[in-house]
């Protein structure tokens, strides 16, 4: 008994014990995370094939690829059997397979055998040869990479030699050149830049121009020669592969069992480009396949248009259709033969002289006429519905009009078959960032120690910009670029390796096929990529005038101050000086020289000065030391205390003396600091001293910096992101100038004190959760570590320092002060519409440092959740932050964007914007570029409750529906368009809701109420989304209103909405591909929209629902000339046709000319449908294929084919006539017949289609006068010879073909005739219009539009009235409904700006002030009404709602100044009941 | 050209930019021509085709009724003859009858003499290919893999010569037409050749070839429903036997529908009848051979002119009148609406 149990134990310390020594071994502290051996196994374990590794290396390595890539899907071997397979993965050709097949069945068999195969040979055909060409040059291309060559070290030459990309293994060592491409994923080890850093371009993997920099493995950056490779003995183990490219988890061990951490810092991705790097060395890690830009590469998706299923669901309809007449055949020919008591001579008995049985023929017959009709399933249609959607994207991507001059990009259509998707949209879901702004940022204001500075000198720079935008941009644009353009040109030739490599290639090696559209601008285009975010709008800040004198007087003024003062100016100064000092070190740019491009710049004054040199030792050696400090776990405790002992007091001290010595500080600096570091004692020296010192290189600084200002605006900056690009611009005016940036440090031109250097301790990357981002300095004058944090103000506030400190009241209070008077400046900012950042710093003790650099370690070398543990340790040192300031940044408006939003809207569209800002700015924006007005009424939804979240909503709901049930009783319209039609006229509303509440929204049971709520509103704006909650509304619209919708945006946090939407668009911004990759389509501008919807679009769509209607139509009226004929052959399936005709029918003679009707019909012109964009509802609410309209086409192609049949079978009824000199005038009169019906269903007839329409006619004749001259004997016997041309002889042929012609189209003529007089619909208006002359057209539209508008306002007009008289109020159209949930409890006075200031302490509910903005906000009127409830009212739950209802008119000052009495008066009513009320004044 | 590139050509890459053609045709900006349904087009158009087709359809109409037809149904007429076809084993025995009928007028022209046969689905989909049109071409074929199943060959492997259900089903009666003139009977000349399609005749059949007839059919055997073999279908004319015999010919072009007629003979405009058909009475001798009782069908002799809009057969004329008439009422009401419609505001045409 006790055994087992010992047994367990010792089992169990077995494996605690190995564990243990996992745990070990894997690192020197204590707290590695190795969490269980179940994760190893999914690491990779990469060790070169170098001496003692060898064994291990054979074994491990034949695991993984290696480089060579195959991206073709077949071989020379597989290609049929596969292609066939896929192919019939289709349902349309497993049924026309069956067809085939049933046609072997000899007692059914209808056409001879072989023939029945043809349609589907051709198609499959088609099809295999498009897939094989296609796959051929992916071939192709596969071989010229793999056979790019590259250095590989080889073991038995000891040195590099040129390989094969395809002969690259996991664990070799490549040495690359500048310019040179990366063959596979790499871990980096070797570079020639003396930092270990080397940078890379990505464009070609993610269309990202800017450098981006890599950094050495900790611990081989050292090494001053290059690596050898026969002297590495670590092995690396790292994650599986995987397609994040943003992540790279991984470690280095030694052979002494140390490890270093790896992450993605330490990787060279495959495809992309070496630059500014003379060599560097690497492993490799992962090889083709398995690297991660093939991994991401996804290859194109496909999506299934919304037309395309319903094409099908009347598939479904054709073949019930096909089904009952094959039942009346077989019935009927049961019947038939059931007259016959014995054999009659024409029906041909069994072999054995014996007849079927009615019964089994019957069924026999049913088979029979399937494969006798089965063209009413058109074979054709799919191929035709493929070629037409080609042609249409072909010509989408011609069209000019989506031509961006600036970036040289046109529109991409990535996704092949939804282009007529585009013409039926109904939701519009929009990033704002980049997508409805240009994503430029431009530095507009700033708050400094709570004192603002508006900037105005730049406003008006602005404003001018704006006039003379273009020119200006292109010129800069083309300045910047030709610079680099030579260096570029330079690297072309470098890149002789990579001479054959077509851009197209270039692309595949990154494994990024869909980037195409960038492709040129990766390569070698000079435009805003490459300049990114250096447009001179951006980088010419005109400084504030009154920050420029502060700023300029913070040395002469501090300097007369005594040094103990803390006299508000100098404190001030302090700010302004490490506000600006935030702005150009708080970041990750990369500072470069235009004229020589790419090469950063790297301590621009070594050389010149000696001292500089002396400090380059000092901060070598304290580099070094710093590095040994973090490279031991626990930090000795000497260093740290070395430099402890100053006082806050002393380092201000010292920092106000530099401050103090404009022209000396810089020299003084470098002299004071060696004496700081050294001997604390000696930072009491006097100041003369370090005068006297300096004043040597004091003229030397001078020269140097006058040597470095003159150079100045060749400083080129690439930022990652464009705040940052805007902010380090913006610092840069006020002649704080960053320099240069490496790894370690941070040079600094500061005005007054020269340069500074700044060591680089860490950087805290900006990252979505935290929403800030943070730098670790060591200050080089107080020689602290300072953090300087920049961030979204929502969470930075938070992390303010708040505990008062002994000592420090006063500057507790101060802070305080600051703190309130920024808020207010970023509420008004936020209103403006600009972007905000706070910044902060916080100065920490080295101890402090030392504990948390601890930490921070730990959490760099895990492997499996670092990035957890990163975070938290970011959040540990981000508190206890001191706000500095804030900056408002300007992102301005798209061109176009107004006009576009207004012109969708008046589509029909619904257009949410969807934004990760604050809801003043994206509510702001959302004024400025229309989708608000002013006119409208806002409800802000903001609760923190999903119960008091469903109370708000159906509070609205019932609001809406009470003033809209009172404003127009008679107004219902049906439920033709519900989203449409609620939202009447005369009533708009806007939703703002924000994304804490976005997630109780969200949830099941607010879905419904929810989705109601926003089709009552016609805008929503949802401000601070999660690129999730942004995917999880485009799928909750998608499916629960089951509604179309587009998704747009630029940003990797789009991709997932976009990747949602039934129509993702990206935009070719700034922000990289991610969401260009993910998208449909991509354009350059949002304004391309309006195009691409209302016209492409439209077009899109009506000519290929056109042509669907047209296919059914064709075959349906074809087929049935033989089912009529059964009805006298004894339904015994003959066809009146020669089979050959009868196959090629479709296949040759009528498939040519829809082909072009549903490529180049036209049925608007683009202008009118520019104008009129009411014009896209028609195919927004699929009028164009509505059931109807289906089986209206079905009848007339009844009714068609019954007169194509029936007067020649009575023009020869009892004649001598045979059979297929009576099908021959059948034929050629349904020819005629399809052929003209496509002719009355055009809308634009140009020398294409007459050629086509033309050439098919001939060539049908051509075809039967051929055929019937050439086939004396063919079997079957279905023998037309010498039929055409006896026919064509014949009066009474062309007699009957004309009448027949005639009478069958007269129908559908006077259709079209009548709809084109009596009812004309839209469209057809639309299209009189062109005929007019541009005058007439102007008036025409304007006399459409004006009627619009007067139907609008008579309604609305109307409604107001009404509404006015009810309430008795004052004749002004205002109506302001506000929820009022009102208690005991007084009424709380809210703030102008409609912020809530405090909501901490608010109960349940609180109606909170809504407020609307136009554009200028002196005429907008701000009311708000405001008022509180006790808990009590609604539940008991403790949390709160607020929901501000809000409307504003935009009236005369005079009328708002009355608002305001108004409100003071009307809003302290109080009231125990939630009531909808109209406030007057 | 829009396409204006801000960026002067610079060494070594002449990069062409990405703006597309300026072409019409990418632009989609052919010019085109769009067909408007205005007041004017519509009802010319509707006017036109009333006139178009009224004007042909009187003529179709004058036409047709120039045509002068007689049609005998004898099927019923010859009943002995009929009782005995009903019993296949009397296919040997011969069985003749006469149908008497009065001309009241002349009829001028061409006469063609037709047999009809009503009920007989000879567009049934197995029957009309069975038949070897490799074999009618005088060519050796195995037709043992053509469609004449079952009638390709007998037990013993005599092939059918022709084979298959068409030739073997072939009308076999002889009309023969006798004038009463007076007491004296005239046997009307009528020609058995030159009734059939030329190309048919010299193309697209054939006889095999061999000295004489029956060397080239030896070693077949005639179909079963055959009284002779198909070297003997015209004894008299060495043109006209074998396969390319014209009322073999004619059978072999199947018709379209149940009810047909074939030609069967032309009368040969010579003496008394140069200018056709004298009034007067006329005696049809018939050698009463196909049964039509076992499908309930009938049979008819039919005597007729041609015009060139064909036969007797009105509807063409009839239909085009009724479809100009259509059309131009059409046309009317168009004009009345659009009348009405000018005077309101609403019609947007103004």
């Known amino acids: 008994m006790a055994d087992p149990i010992r047994w367990a134990r010792y089992r169990w310390q077995r494996l605690i014990s190995s564990e243990g020594r996992e745990g070990s071994s894997s690192s020197n502290s204590s707290n590695k995370c190795y969490q269980s051996s179940k994760t190893i196994g999914k690491h990779r374990i990469v060790i070169p094939c170098l001496g003692h590794f060898k064994e291990e290396y054979e074994k491990v390595s034949k695991l993984y690829m290696n480089n060579k890539i195959r991206t073709t899907k077949y071989t020379l071997l597989n290609f049929l059997p596969r292609n066939l397979f896929e192919q019939f993965h289709r349902v349309a050709n497993l049924y026309f397979l069956f067809l085939v097949v049933l046609n072997w069945v000899p007692l059914v068999e209808a056409f001879q055998k072989e023939i029945t195969m043809l349609p589907l040979v051709v198609v499959l055909t088609i099809i295999a040869v498009k897939d094989g060409l296609e796959d051929y040059s992916k071939y192709k291309m596969d071989k010229q990479i793999n056979n790019l060559l590259t250095k590989v070290y080889s073991r038995k030459e000891k040195k590099y030699i040129d390989e094969c990309w395809k002969n690259v293994n996991v664990g070799d060592f490549i040495r690359l050149s500048r310019n040179e491409i990366i063959p596979a994923d790499m871990v980096l080890l070797y570079s020639s830049d003396l930092d270990g850093i080397c940078y890379i371009e990505t464009a070609s993997l993610d269309g990202e121009t800017n450098l981006k920099q890599r950094q050495v493995v900790r611990g081989y950056s050292e090494q001053v020669s290059e690596i050898d490779p026969e002297k590495f003995s670590s092995r690396i183990e790292c994650e599986s592969p995987n397609n994040d490219l943003s992540c790279f988890r991984g470690f280095v061990e030694h052979s002494n069992k140390d490890r270093v951490g790896l992450s993605k810092e330490n990787l060279l991705l495959r495809g992309c480009t070496v630059r500014n790097t003379e060599a560097v060395v690497g492993i490799v890690v992962y090889a083709g396949h398995e690297t991660k830009a093939m991994l991401n590469n996804s290859g194109p998706h496909y999506k299934r248009s919304k037309l395309e299923r319903k094409v099908n669901t009347d598939i479904l309809w054709c073949v019930l259709l096909l089904i009952l007449m094959c039942l009346t055949g077989a019935i009927g020919h049961g019947i038939w033969l059931s007259r016959y008591s014995e054999i009659p001579f024409f029906n041909i008995p069994e072999p054995d002289g014996k007849l079927i049985p009615p019964i089994l023929a019957g069924f026999n017959m049913f088979w029979t006429m399937i494969i006798l009709l089965q063209v009413l399933i058109p074979i054709s249609l799919y191929v035709s519905i493929e070629i037409v959607k080609l042609g249409q994207i072909y010509l989408i991507q011609n069209d000019i009009d989506f031509y961006h001059e600036k970036t040289d990009s046109t529109i991409q259509c990535r996704a092949l078959n939804i282009a007529e998707d585009l013409g039926q949209i109904q939701y519009i879901f929009s990033d704002k960032t980049g997508t409805l702004t240009e994503n430029k940022m431009v530095f507009r204001r700033c708050s400094i120690a709570g004192q603002e500075y508006c900037h105005e000198e730049n406003a008006k720079r602005l404003e001018s910009y704006q006039e003379m935008d273009s020119e200006d941009e292109d010129s800069a644009d083309h300045q910047c670029g030709s610079s680099t353009h030579m260096s570029k040109w330079r690297g072309h030739n470098c890149r002789a390796v990579n001479e054959p490599l077509n851009r197209k290639s270039l692309n595949q090696l990154s494994g990024s096929y869909p980037a195409l559209g960038r492709e040129d601008g990766a390569g070698d285009g000079p435009h805003s990529g490459h300049v990114a975010f250096s447009s001179p709008i951006e980088t010419d800040v005109v400084p504030d005038a009154q920050l420029l004198e502060k700023f300029s007087q913070i040395s002469s003024h501090s300097y007369q101050q005594s040094e103990e003062a803390s006299s508000r100016l100098s404190l001030e100064a302090m700010y302004i000086t ?35 040199s002396l400090e380059e030792i000092r901060q070598m050696f304290q580099r070094l030391s710093v590095r040994r400090l973090s490279s031991s776990p626990l930090p000795s405790v000497k260093e740290s205390s070395s430099e402890s002992p100053y006082s806050f007091v002393s380092k201000l001290s010292i920092f106000r003396m530099k401050l103090a010595s404009p022209a000396l500080d810089g020299a003084a600096q470098r002299a004071a600091e060696p004496h700081d570091t050294d001997s604390p004692e000696n930072s009491q020296v006097p100041q003369e001293l370090g005068t006297v010192n300096v004043a040597a290189s004091c003229e030397h600084n001078d020269a140097a910096s006058s040597i470095e200002v003159s150079p100045l605006p060749k400083l080129c900056y690439e930022a990652e992101s464009p705040d940052e690009a805007a902010l380090v611009h913006a610092a840069r005016a006020y002649k704080c100038i960053l320099q240069s940036r490496t790894p370690d440090q941070v040079t600094v031109d500061f005005a007054g004190l020269g340069s500074l250097t700044f060591q680089l301790l860490h950087i805290l990357p900006f990252d979505s959760v935290r929403k800030r981002m943070s730098v670790v300095v060591r200050h080089p004058v107080s020689n602290k570590v300072v ?54 710093k916080k100065v920490m003790s080295d101890a402090e440092y030392a504990e948390w650099l601890n930490h921070h370690f730990l959490a760099e070398t895990s492997i499996d959740n670092r990035e957890e543990l990163l975070l938290e340790s970011a959040i540990r040192l981000e508190t206890e932050l001191t706000l500095l300031g804030a900056t408002g940044i ?18 029909g569209i619904k257009i949410w914007m969807l934004t990760g800002d604050k809801r003043e700015t994206a509510v702001n924006i959302a004024y400025a570029c229309k989708l608000l007005e002013p006119d409208d009424r806002i409800f802000t939804l903001k609760s923190q409750s999903r119960d008091a979240c469903a109370l708000v909503m159906s509070k609205i709901l019932e609001g809406i529906q009470n003033t809209s049930a009172k404003k127009k009783p008679s107004q219902k319209l049906g439920n033709v368009s519900a989203s449409v039609s609620t939202q009447a006229p005369g009533f708009s509303a806007g939703l703002v809701i924000d994304g804490r509440t976005l997630e109780h929204v969200l949830h099941d049971s607010l879905q419904n109420i929810f989705l109601e709520l926003t089709e009552k509103c016609r805008a929503v704006v949802c401000c601070r989304a999660t690129p999730l909650q942004k995917s999880v509304l485009v799928r909750l619209v998608r499916n629960k209103l089951k509604a179309m919708t587009l998704a747009v945006g630029d940003g990797a946090n789009d991709v997932s909405m976009i990747q949602v939407a039934d129509t993702g668009v990206g935009i070719l911004g700034q922000e990289g591909m991610q969401a260009v990759m993910a998208s449909d389509f991509a354009v350059s501008q949002f304004r391309h929209l309006r195009k691409l919807l209302l016209v492409h679009g439209h077009w899109c769509y009506t000519r290929l629902t056109n042509m669907v209607l047209y296919f059914f139509y064709k075959n349906v009226a074809y087929v049935n000339l033989l089912f009529w004929y059964q009805f006298f052959c004894g339904f015994s399936g003959t066809s009146m046709t020669d089979y050959w005709i009868l196959i090629l029918f479709n296949l040759l003679f009528t498939s040519v000319p829809p082909i072009i009707y549903g490529v180049l019909d036209k049925d608007v012109s683009a202008e009118i449908l520019m104008q009129l964009p009411q014009l896209y509802m028609m195919s927004q609410k699929s009028v164009a294929y509505l059931p109807s309209t289906f089986w209206i086409t ?17 023009t020869y009824y009892g004649s001598d006539i045979d059979i297929f000199s009576f099908g021959n005038p059948i034929n050629t009169a349904a020819l005629f017949i399809i052929l003209f019906h496509l002719l009355i269903e055009c809308k634009s007839v140009t020398w294409i289609h007459t050629v086509v329409t033309v050439g098919s006619i001939l060539f049908y004749f051509v075809f039967a006068l051929a055929f019937g001259a050439t086939c004396k004997s063919h079997n079957p016997p279905s023998n037309p010879y010498w039929i055409m041309e006896k026919h064509m002889t014949d009066p009474v042929f062309y007699l009957v073909c004309l009448l027949t012609t005639c009478v069958a189209l007269l129908p559908r003529y006077l ?61 002004e159209e205002e109506s302001i409904a506000s929820v009022l949930p009102t208690s005991e409890t007084p009424f709380q006075a809210c703030s102008r700006d409609g912020l809530v200031e405090d909501t901490s302490f608010l109960p349940d509910i609180q109606d909170e002030s809504g407020h609307t903005n136009g554009l200028d906000s002196e005429k907008t009127v701000f009311l708000n009404s405001s008022n509180e409830t006790n808990s009590d009212t609604f539940g008991s739950n403790n949390s709160y709602a607020k ?12 009328v708002s100044l009355a608002h305001k009495a108004g409100l003071n008066s009307v809003l302290c009513e109080e009231n125990a009941l939630m009531y909808f009320t109209k406030l007057e004044c | 050209m829009k396409n204006k590139t801000s960026f002067p050509p610079r060494e070594g890459e002449a990069r062409p930019s990405r703006c597309p053609d300026n072409s019409a045709f990418k632009q989609q900006k052919l010019p085109a021509w769009k067909p408007q349904l205005t007041i004017a087009t519509v009802l010319s158009s509707f006017f036109l085709t009333g006139a178009f087709c009224l004007s042909v359809g009187v003529c179709l109409i004058l036409s047709t009724n120039s045509v002068r037809e007689i049609q005998i149904d004898y099927s019923d007429k010859c009943s002995d003859c009929s009782k005995l076809r009903e019993n296949s084993s009397n296919w040997n025995k011969e069985c003749h009858c006469s149908v008497n009928f009065m001309l009241k007028e ?27 049109d490799a074999q009618l071409l005088g060519r050796n074929v195995n037709i043992q893999k053509s469609y004449c199943a079952p009638f390709t060959t007998y037990r013993n492997g005599t092939p059918m010569a022709p084979c298959g259900a068409i030739a073997n089903s072939m009308f076999n009666d002889t009309i023969d037409l006798f004038y009463n003139l007076k007491s004296s009977v005239i046997q009307v000349p009528l020609l058995k050749t030159g009734n059939s399609w030329w190309t048919d005749k010299n193309v697209k059949f054939r006889n095999p070839k061999s000295y004489n007839l029956s060397s080239a059919f030896a070693g077949t055997a005639r179909p079963p429903y055959w009284q002779k073999p198909v070297y003997l279908l015209d004894e008299e004319d060495e043109r006209n036997n074998g396969y390319i015999n014209d009322n073999f010919i004619i059978w072999m072009r199947v018709s379209a529908f149940a009810t047909f007629r074939n030609l069967y003979r032309r009368v040969s405009r010579i003496r008394q009848f140069a200018d056709g058909l004298p009034a007067g009475n006329y005696t049809f001798h018939i050698s009463y051979n196909f049964p039509v009782t076992k499908f309930k069908g009938r049979k008819y002799v039919i005597l007729s002119t041609v015009v060139w809009s064909g036969g007797s057969n009105p509807f063409l004329g009839i239909a085009y009148v009724v479809s100009g008439t259509a059309a131009t009422l059409t046309g009317f009401v168009i004009t009345a609406i659009h009348l009405k419609l000018r005077k309101k505001k609403a019609y947007f045409q103004k």
């Open chain 1, 1311 to 1371: 259709l079209r005739v009548l709809q084109g007089t009596l009812f004309p619909s839209p469209v057809l208006r639309a299209k009189h219009l062109d005929r007019l002359t541009p005058e007439e057209q102007r008036e025409a539209i304007k006399r459409w539009k004006d009627d619009c508008i007067v139907n609008c306002r008579v309604d609305f007009q109307a409604t107001s009235g009404s509404s006015n008289s009810a309430t008795g109020a004052v004749p």
């Open chain 1, 787 to 840: 953090v300087y944090t920049k961030g979204a103000d929502s969470v930075m506030m938070d992390l303010l320092r708040t505990a008062s400190q002994v000592g420090t009241n006063n500057s507790e209070m101060e802070q305080k002060k600051i703190k309130k008077r920024t808020q207010k400046h970023l509420d008004d900012y936020a209103r403006r519409g600009l972007r905000t950042l706070c910044i902060a």
């Open chain 1, 578 to 612: 490490d506000f600006f000092l935030a702005l150009s070190i708080c970041n990750t740019v990369v500072v470069s020289v235009p004229n020589q491009p790419r090469h950063k710049m790297r301590l621009s004054s070594l050389g010149r000065m000696p001292i500089k």
């Open chain 1, 890 to 907: 300007e992102d301005r408006l798209q061109e176009g964007v107004p006009d576009t939003i207004q012109a969708l809207r008046k589509a």
């Open chain 1, 1194 to 1210: 079905l009848l007339d192609a009844f009714y068609q084919s019954l007169v194509c049949f029936f007067v020649p079978y009575f």
């Open chain 2, 106 to 132: 002349d009829i001028l022209g061409d006469v063609f003499m037709y047999y009809g046969l009503q009920n007989f689905y000879q567009n049934h989909r197995r029957y009309v290919i069975s038949r070897s």
């Open chain 1, 1443 to 1454: 929901v501000s209802v809000c409307a504003s008119e935009e009236g005369s000052s005079a």
